[in-house]
T-cell receptor, first 112, second 111 residues
Framework: SQQGEEDPQALSIQEGENATMNCSYK?????LQWYRQNSGRGLVHLIL?????REKHSGRLRVTLDTSKKSSSLLITASRAADTASYFC????????????FGKGTMLLVSP | GAGVSQSPSNKVTEKGKDVELRCDPI?????LYWYRQSLGQGLEFLIY????????KSGLPSDRFSAERTGGSVSTLTIQRTQQEDSAVYLC?????????FGPGTRLTVT
């Protein structure tokens, strides 16, 4: 079963605007990761935030994690047409396994 | 170095036939994962190999699905007696620590 649920399912913005995607999950986690997928093929890792972290930055990406609300957000600032892709959150549980549970993703469209 | 590779990139097969999908992980990565992604959906976990430990097969949808990993490196996912609902992109990933590195996937179409 899928634990992460992204919101919104689809997002359409103009170049230069910021894009915010949210992810909610159900069980305790070791970390939460965001991945990007172009054209329905391989995923690319974007950023990982651990359960004891609240915010993390990487270039134009900013991720927040609220473990009390079991939610995370991914902010892409100053978006570009090349950011058009599907974005997935994935959680690694704290049970000792290293498998990831993925949500259904947010499809982001950035128009020039 | 080389990333995760998968072959074939596309496979069309007739219902009832068996198929084998191959994954070459990044050298030195101890963990290997198989996922399935149906059109417009998230990733569904299938199976996980970690070192020499027994694999976690909890995600395999039926006994028609099996996977093996030889010598702690290359993995093969086998689907026997394929059904139309098996049509999907099958993704392989490997990792050493937390982050997973994905291959480009194999798009399987069962006609």
């Amino acid at each position: 079963s899928q634990q992460g649920e992204e919101d919104p399912q689809a997002l359409s913005i103009q170049e230069g605007e910021n894009a915010t995607m949210n992810c909610s999950y159900k069980t305790s986690i070791n970390n939460l990761q965001w991945y990007r997928q172009n054209s329905g093929r391989g995923l690319v890792h974007l950023i990982l935030i651990r359960s004891n972290e609240r915010e993390k930055h990487s270039g134009r990406l900013r991720v927040t994690l609220d473990t009390s609300k079991k939610s995370s957000s991914l902010l892409i600032t100053a978006s570009r047409a090349a950011d058009t892709a599907s974005y997935f959150c994935a959680t690694e549980g704290d049970s000792g396994y290293s498998t990831l549970t993925f949500g259904k993703g947010t499809m982001l469209l950035v128009s020039p | 170095g080389a990333g995760v590779s998968q072959s074939p990139s596309n496979k069309v097969t007739e219902k009832g036939k068996d198929v084998e999908l191959r994954c070459d992980p990044i050298s030195g990565h101890t963990a290997l994962y198989w996922y399935r992604q149906s059109l417009g959906q998230g990733l569904e976990f299938l199976i996980y190999f970690q070192g020499n430990s027994a694999p976690d097969k909890s995600g395999l949808p039926s006994d028609r699905f099996s996977a093996e990993r030889t010598g702690g490196s290359v993995s093969t996912l086998t689907i026997q007696r394929t059904q139309q609902e098996d049509s999907a992109v099958y993704l392989c990933a490997s990792s050493l620590f937390d982050r997973q590195y994905f291959g480009p996937g194999t798009r399987l179409t069962v006609t």
